[in-house]
């Protein structure tokens, strides 16, 4: 373990280094969780000292791209907590649907799970075809793999579980087809996606929708920074729209929460 | 005595088991001290979905508050805070929480050895971190860095424990390590009180 060696003075100067050579500012993320992703990946690829590490990163253009990929954490399911997926096919989807359009921001979105899921779930609403999913996260490369739509097939097994628990109507497996190692998506599932790269710390409001899911992103950020993306979030929704967060995230300690009322048990907010 | 050593300096009791640890945690939990006066943190592998279980069957058992770990959440002492399935349990400089969905860490999320790291950051030589009982390797890295920077490692012995592979780990890598049968460890813990 050579994390004894390394600061949080250290991390501090290179996150520093970040924002100035690349624009990406992580200094108001969970100080724990971004440190540690920081020392794994300088562990990992060998470096002789930090100062080096740390030059590498605010020099060479290629290895920032890695080491966006490696600090982001991009691990994601489909149809992960279904009880969740239940309340939007039952709860959310349904008033959504008495709308003539429906446009949903999957903001952090990873490598796109959430975003198939959604999308299957609207499809056997039926509201699929007035629908546009608009899906972003701050790294790129998890966005072009999201456009494929292609995951690996071992997980497929969960997923299936998943989206029975979660009420699934179908099978499953009609809405993929299989090779040995991945399960590629229905290509229809993806023409009402638009994917962008958006950073919730620094850009700003791009459109209103009816509904925001941003799931097990804010965990990674403090509460001075949830409480700014709240209000971009406040921003972005319609009246009478919904936020969606993650199982473990929560509009309570938000100045604004009273303006908006939890939808039953599950991390989903309306805006009064 | 090592109990001697650090009367009255623990500031958090961090426990982490896997297989065969809920038992000693059942065992633990009704012979506490009602004046445990650091908070408790416990890491514990279970399938995701029946979080409220444990603190259900853990409250039955013990006069301090026992909840579900939150992230920003202040670590009070006097409470006992689980760690939630399915996310790694971290701690602030500030002794608030963070959670973590990020890979699993020798097959576990939570893990056991993030939670043991973390900590040993922030308590330092105030820490005393409990293994026990379990069939994989998860915590043993996380004592090394507990024992490295002062903090007291305590070890279930795996001659008694349900499951020695983890313990036994535990104790081959640490020297250090104070090694106690389940029987004795509400024992140990009522003595950190200050
Ligand atoms: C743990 S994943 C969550 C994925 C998915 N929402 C889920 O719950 O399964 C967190 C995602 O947030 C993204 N992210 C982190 N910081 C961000 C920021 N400032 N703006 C936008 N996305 C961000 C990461 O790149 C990553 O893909």
Known sequence: MISEAIDNEQIEMLLSDVLEAHGYDFLEYSHASIKRRIIRLYALDNFVSFAEFRYTVRTDKQYFKRFLEEITVNVTEMFRDPNFYKALRNDVLPVLGTYPFIRIWVAGCSTGEEAYSLAIVLKELNLFHKSLIYATDINPSVLEKAKQGIFPLNYLKGYSENYVKSGGIQDFSSYYTANYSHAKFDGTLSEKMIFSTHNLVSDHSFNEFQLIMCRNVLIYFDKDLQHKVFQLFDNSLEKLGYLALGSKESLDFWERSKAYKRVKTEKIWRKL | ?194
Not at chain 2, 42 to 61: E, F, I, P, W, Y
Not at chain 2, 92 to 105: G, Q, R, V
Not at chain 2, 174 to 184: E, Q
């Open chain 2, 1 to 194: 005595m090592a109990e001697t050593l650090i009367k009255g300096k623990c500031e958090a009791l961090i426990i982490g088991g896997s297989a065969g640890s809920l038992d000693v945690l059942l065992e633990i939990f009704p012979s506490l001290s009602d004046n445990i006066n650091f908070p408790i943190i416990l890491v514990t592998h279970r399938k995701s979905g029946n979080d409220a279980l444990l603190s259900d069957l853990l409250r039955s058992r013990t006069k301090l508050k026992v909840n579900e770990a939150e992230e920003k959440d202040k670590i009070l002492p006097g409470h006992v805070y689980i760690a939630p399935a399915d996310y790694h349990l971290l701690i602030e400089d500030d002794e608030t929480f963070s959670l973590d969905y990020s890979e699993k860490i020798n097959y576990s999320r939570p893990s056991i050895d993030v939670t043991f790291q973390s900590a040993a950051e922030v308590f330092g030589d105030k820490l005393v971190c409990v293994l026990l009982s379990g069939s994989n390797a998860d915590g043993v890295a996380g004592l090394k860095t507990v024992n490295d920077l002062g903090g007291i490692v305590v070890i279930q012995n795996p001659n008694t424990a349900i499951m020695s592979y983890m313990p036994q780990q535990a104790v081959n890598h640490i020297k250090a390590g104070i090694i106690l049968d389940a029987s004795d460890m509400a024992e140990f813990i009522n003595k950190l009180v200050k």
